[in-house]
């Protein structure tokens, strides 16, 4: 009982996708038919292929009665016809069958959507800024590289007093005295 209240919601979802697929896969079909002058119930107790002649009728193959499309309704009720035995424009089409085919294409249209939006979306976020990790590391890096260029510094002012001491340093340019001259 409550596996079939759950499944309700998502048939009645799934319906306006396969309705309007159903419509798009037989208007080919119809384009073909006879002129809706012909009364469909006429056309019961014979073939499929004799009352769907005519665009507005609708063959329930289990009673094989040809009765007027229900136009009001996009689903034919169970009370007239039940979807797996209904009919309408060609009659190799099951309600049925068609309303779960397009379910799943439907919903694997809309994962495959989703995912690549989600892709697209998270790829472009990650390479405009980097994450905590990313910072830390950068941070410290940077770090390093202050500290570095401080004690080169460090060490090259003591190098320069050392060699100021014993007359060792070196003139800043060293044609200097050729051009005091």
């Known amino acids: 009982m409550g596996s079939s209240g759950a499944r309700g919601p998502t048939m009645r979802r799934g319906l306006s996708l396969s309705g309007a697929a159903l419509l798009l896969l037989l208007l080919p079909a119809a384009a073909a038919q006879q002129s809706p002058g ?3 119930s006429q056309n019961t107790n014979r073939t499929c292929q004799e009352c769907l ?4 009728c609708l063959w329930c193959n289990t009673n094989r009665t040809c009765v007027d499309y229900p136009v009001a309704k996009l689903l034919p009720p169970a009370s ?3 979807l797996s035995s209904a009919r309408w424009g060609v009659c190799w089409v099951n309600f049925e069958a068609l309303i779960i085919a397009m379910s ?3 919903g694997s249209i809309l994962l495959a959507v ?3 939006c989600c892709c697209c979306c998270c790829g472009t976020k990650r390479s405009r800024k980097p994450d905590r990790t990313e910072e830390k590391v950068m941070r410290e890096q940077e770090g390093r590289r202050i500290r ?3 004690r080169r510094a460090e060490m090259k002012s003591r190098h320069d007093e050392i060699r100021k001491k014993y007359g060792l340093f ?3 340019n060293p044609y200097a005295r050729f051009e005091n001259n």
């Open 38 to 40: 012909v009364a469909c």
């Open 148 to 150: 570095q260029e401080e």
């Open 170 to 172: 070196k003139e800043e």
């Open 53 to 56: 002649k005519n665009v507005s």
């Open 80 to 82: 007239l016809c039940k």
């Open 114 to 116: 989703a995912v690549c």
């Open 104 to 106: 799943v294409i439907g």
